[in-house]
């Protein structure tokens, strides 16, 4: 089959279009093979093609498939779903540690790991969603804030920062974007009550008390911009990073954590649900073919596109 692989890690020029053995389902009992038609372009992605991962990884190293999105067709029947059902999720990659990520024709994933795909939804649509969506979702409940309380969401023109706006906003939350400023009006039509333009650590701030003077309950810190940002939280609110390596110091009885997505089928199949029901959208910037991955990570890193890369397959 065709697979992507990365050869050794460095830039986006160590990602080589190769062909490797189809797996076979019989390696591990209880996995099934989907035949993937697309598969998304996450930040991990160029984090662990870059090397900066390589500790976490432990004894896997170069060469290995990337990739944690997928949607394609079911080659097995999973439990509740035949052979041929429309599909996605995200492969755990890192905790899964065998080096054979979605950036190939074929996956071997457990059935936790999917979730059927309603037929209003296209397969680039489904692989711009699994990891970033579930994260979102599974970084609010980390929150447990009750309904009502007011939410700061930063890096909101980003993918998980726009799922965590619109499902902050459905949960009946009060939503602070803090987003790029030429997306406001569109952040406000996902949901965000008021938008503060992305700016210094301190205009962020300034921005935030200037549409919630008391601070807000929660932040979602999808940009990771950590400890400058605590000065905009209550006394005992919460503070949840996308990433463990950028968790604030606690102060104040603020409560710190960080959420790391974990594959759940239920919400996922919520979540999918949503996006065909126009209840959740999601954007996709650019479709490339599997071939074309160097390119998709290069634009990827340039930053400033509203949407999920998604690789064709
Ligand atoms: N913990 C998990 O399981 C998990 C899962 C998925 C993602 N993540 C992490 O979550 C983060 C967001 O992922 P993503 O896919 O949404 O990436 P993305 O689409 O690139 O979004 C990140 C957004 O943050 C913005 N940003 C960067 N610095 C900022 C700042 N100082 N103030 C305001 N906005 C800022 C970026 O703007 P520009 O584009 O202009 O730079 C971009 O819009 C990444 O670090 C990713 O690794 C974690």
């Not at 599909?87 to 890192?94: E, I, S, T």
């Amino acid at each position: 089959m065709r697979v992507v692989e990365v050869t050794a890690y460095g830039g986006p020029e160590v990602l080589r279009a190769v062909r490797r053995p189809e797996p076979d389902p019989a390696d591990v009992p209880g996995r099934v093979r989907v035949r993937l038609r697309a598969a998304g372009v996450n930040q991990a992605d160029l984090k662990i093609r870059s090397g900066r991962y390589a500790a976490a990884l432990g004894a896997l190293a170069p060469p290995f498939v990337l990739g944690y999105d997928f949607a394609g067709t079911l080659a097995d029947p999973a439990p509740g779903l035949p052979e041929g059902t429309r599909v996605a999720g995200f492969v755990p990659w890192v905790e899964d540690g065998t080096g054979a990520g979605t950036y190939a024709e074929t996956v071997l994933v457990e059935p936790e790991w999917l979730a059927p795909v309603p037929d209003e939804v296209d397969f680039t649509a489904a692989a711009s969603l699994p990891l970033s969506a579930v994260t979102a979702a599974q970084a609010l409940d980390l929150m447990a804030l009750p309904e009502g309380s007011t939410v700061l969401v930063t890096g909101a023109s980003g993918v998980v920062g726009r799922f965590a706006v619109q499902l902050a906003a459905r949960a009946g939350h009060r939503v602070v974007a803090l987003g790029h400023g030429d997306d406001a009006h569109e952040l406000r039509v996902l949901g965000a009550d008021a938008v503060v333009p992305r700016g210094t650590p301190a205009e962020a701030v300034a921005g935030v008390l200037g549409s919630a003077p008391d601070g807000v309950d929660g932040v979602f810190d999808a940009a990771l911009v950590a400890d400058p940002l605590l000065p905009a939280v209550k006394d005992g609110g919460v503070f949840v990073s996308a990433s463990g390596e950028r968790v604030p110091v606690a102060e104040r009885g603020v409560r710190v954590d960080a959420v790391t997505g974990r594959p759940d089928a239920a919400l996922l199949k919520e979540l999918l649900g949503l996006v065909g029901t126009g209840g959740l959208a999601t954007r996709v910037a650019d479709v490339l073919p599997l071939e074309s991955a160097a390119e998709a990570h290069r634009r990827a890193e340039a930053g400033h596109r509203p949407g999920r890369i998604v690789l064709m397959i």
